[in-house]
């Protein structure tokens, strides 16, 4: 297991517990609300109705409880540091990750029974995968052809870029209306060195670690499907969550749910969803669900097994804030940080294709950083600001 290195640990990890603090807002707002909305949306008997009740009492009065199941991977919880300690005094990527977990277990989702393996947030999720919004565009998607190929890679690195906006844990706190303006202009542009690894004539497995379904998978998808039709990438390892987890993250039911739709569209997005469909039955598009993914932890702790998947990548892109906090570490890095420094650990080339949901962000000059502060609007939580990094 590889560890930071001593500079990364001495960086103070972002915590809950500042009142009006982002971190505190997640755990103070969104995190009951969720629990709300879970319950209108799915007729769950009075056992996962009293575990909610439990659930909400815990995380809004309480002291962290250790988990009462015993599905595969609980054990990974049972010696953790926490358990008695306030939800707001513990880091804020443990106490959110651990939320989602407990979340799960309420609502009996690994155990056996008739309410395993039933996702309570797929009611949102398919209500977005079916809205007219995604109807445009994927008709859209007819004009891309007829595009010089470079004009395609930029269209559809960004469609699946600001596709992270789609985020239906954000939207708990902004409201589907709530989304400030996209700001035109990445805060940082790496763009370039991205394609320039992607062009290599020795061209191989590109891994494609998700974030949201529905409107955020399927740019991810088409830009997949661009990547193994243009020989950019032979194979591409698309790493799914194994359970459902902070709300939209996608896992393989909603992957399914996305060649659905792809492949019942008509025009040029038909023939994307073929062409996926085609891409899995002949090994070359694999989804993967690796336990870490759900993991409260860095990358920096990542397994041996995960850690050799991304080390024989040629480039490994990471979508959505999530996956950048922990990527980078949910720590208070000055924003000037290199983000070369603190993804020196990773085994292989990176890419980070976010949108800027949290606090923690690197990588960017005194100028931008000036700028951005000089602003009126909070930019490192609005979801308006955009960023394409990459450490070759
Ligand atoms: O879906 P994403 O882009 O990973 O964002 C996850 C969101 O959830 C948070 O963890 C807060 O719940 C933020 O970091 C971010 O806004």
Not at 197 to 214: F, H, Y
Not at 227 to 255: I, M
Not at 278 to 304: E, K, N, W
């Amino acid at each position: 297991m590889t560890r930071p290195s001593p500079a990364t640990e001495d960086r103070a990890p972002v915590v809950v517990s500042t009142a009006g603090s982002f971190a505190r807002s997640v755990l103070d707002e969104r995190h009951p609300a969720l629990i709300e909305r879970v319950r209108r949306a799915t007729p769950y008997p009075p056992e996962q109705q009293r575990a909610l009740d439990t659930l909400l009492e815990e995380i809004t009065k309480g002291e962290i409880e250790r988990l009462d199941d015993d599905a595969p991977g609980a054990e990974r919880w049972r010696h953790e540091p926490f358990y008695g300690q306030r939800w707001p005094d513990v880091p804020f990527l443990w106490a959110e990750s651990f939320f989602y977990r407990k979340l799960l277990a309420a609502l009996r989702y690994f155990t056996p029974g008739p309410w395993q393996g039933v996702d309570p947030f797929a009611p949102f999720k398919n209500a977005e995968l079916a809205s007219t919004k995604v109807d445009d565009e994927l008709s859209a998607l007819d004009r891309l052809p007829g595009l010089p190929v470079e004009e395609q890679d930029r269209t559809l690195l960004h469609s699946s870029l600001w596709g992270n906006r789609a985020d239906l844990g954000f939207q708990l706190s902004t409201g589907t209306e709530g989304l400030g303006e996209r700001v035109p202009g990445l805060v940082t542009d790496d763009s370039a060195a991205l394609w320039e690894i992607l062009a290599d004539e020795r061209s191989g497995t590109v891994c494609l670690v998700a974030d949201n379904a529905g409107p955020e998978l399927l740019p991810d998808l088409v830009l997949a499907d661009h990547l193994l039709t243009t020989g950019r990438a032979t194979s591409v390892v698309l790493h799914l969550k194994p359970y459902p987890y902070y709300v939209s993250d996608a896992t393989t039911a909603d992957v399914l749910a996305c060649l659905d739709r792809l492949s019942t569209a008509s025009g040029y997005a038909r023939d994307i969803g073929e062409r996926l469909r085609h891409a899995i039955t002949s090994g070359r598009l694999i989804p993967r669900t690796h336990p870490f993914s759900c993991a409260p932890l860095p990358y920096a702790h990542m397994p041996a097994d995960l850690r050799d998947d991304f080390a024989s990548a040629t480039l490994t892109v990471m979508k959505g804030d999530l996956n950048y906090r922990r990527l980078v570490g949910d720590r208070h890095w000055p924003a000037t940080t290199p983000f070369s420094d603190v993804t020196a650990y990773f085994p292989g080339p990176v890419a980070a294709l976010r949108t800027l949901k949290s606090d923690v962000v690197t990588g960017l000059t005194p100028d931008t950083v000036a700028r951005l502060d000089a602003g009126a609007e909070s930019w490192r939580t609005s979801g308006t600001h955009a960023l394409i990094q990459v450490r070759a």
